[in-house]
């Protein structure tokens, strides 16, 4: 059974920082994009991150873009986002992702096929 763990959620200040991580089991993803995505109360699922299999090729949310940091650790089959000078608009629910069919970045929903279960973020002001 493949499970996605996110961890790393939490309460932080406008400003702070936080570091979210995605471990993932039941098989492995080095050859597999992943990304993170977010979804606040009463709207969709946005992108947020994407990574390449092998680390090589990163994209990012317009909104998020110089803060926020992904990176991937694939003997550990880990992927983490490293979130700096965090907004109250960035509070949402974090979900990671993996791709079965893509090995480059993917930054759509549809291109995923494992999801996690969200860790939430709120940030206050």
């Known amino acids: 059974q493949v499970q996605l763990l996110e961890s790393g959620g939490g309460l932080v200040q406008a400003g702070g920082s936080l570091r979210l991580s995605c471990a993932a089991s039941g098989r492995t993803f080095s050859r597999s994009a992943m990304g993170w995505f977010r979804q606040a109360p009463g709207k969709e699922r946005d992108f947020v991150a994407t990574i390449s299999w092998n680390g090589k090729t990163t994209f990012y949310a317009d909104s998020v873009k110089g803060r926020f940091t992904i990176s991937r650790d694939n003997a550990k089959n880990t992927i983490y986002l490293q979130m700096n000078g965090l907004k109250p608009e960035d509070t949402a629910d974090y979900y990671c992702?993996?791709?079965?069919?893509?090995?480059?970045?993917?930054?759509?929903?549809?291109?995923?096929?494992?999801w996690g279960q969200g860790t939430q973020v709120t940030v206050s002001s």
């Open positions: 992702a993996a791709s079965s069919g893509y090995g480059s970045a993917q930054y759509t929903v549809g291109s995923y096929d494992y």
